[in-house]
Nanobody, 127 residues
Framework: QEGLVESGGGSVQAGGSLRLSCAAS????????LAWFRQAPGKEREGVAA????????YYADSVKGRFTISRDNVKDTVNLQMNNLKPEHTGMYFC????????????????????WGKGTQITISS
């Protein structure tokens, strides 16, 4: 069983919504940090949303605040990303990431924090 498997990607028009899901193994679901990252074509992978288990808090990149919501399903062991009012600049490959122990609040949206990654799911937003 793969540790982190993303699903829910697709193509929508600007203004639409998508919900991504990351199915995590139990080992990764209980990680201290769980996050979603986006990588647009030709750009660096950037953190968009994360959950810090130790404090029970969620964190968002400024570019997605008010549009994206990260949540967890403790029955299904999934980490979800609800994305509303999407824009073309939200286009990219979305990755689920987990770090079991060595992550901190101040760096929770940094790519270097995470050692474990899914393979990604593509989101395309048309104008």
């Amino acid at each position: 069983q793969e540790g982190l498997v993303e699903s829910g990607g697709g193509s929508v028009q600007a203004g639409g919504s998508l919900r991504l899901s990351c199915a995590a193994s139990r080992y990764f679901y209980t990680s201290n940090c769980l996050a979603w990252f986006r990588q647009a074509p030709g750009k660096e992978r950037e953190g968009v949303a994360a959950f810090y288990r130790g404090l029970g808090k969620s964190y968002y990149a400024d570019s997605v605040k008010g549009r994206f919501t990260i949540s967890r399903d403790n029955v299904k062991d999934t980490v979800n990303l609800q994305m509303n009012n999407l824009k073309p600049e939200h286009t990219g490959m979305y990755f689920c990431a987990a770090d079991k122990y060595d992550c901190y609040e101040f760096s929770i949206l940094k790519k270097s924090t995470y050692k474990n990654w899914g393979k990604g799911t593509q989101i395309t937003i048309s104008s």
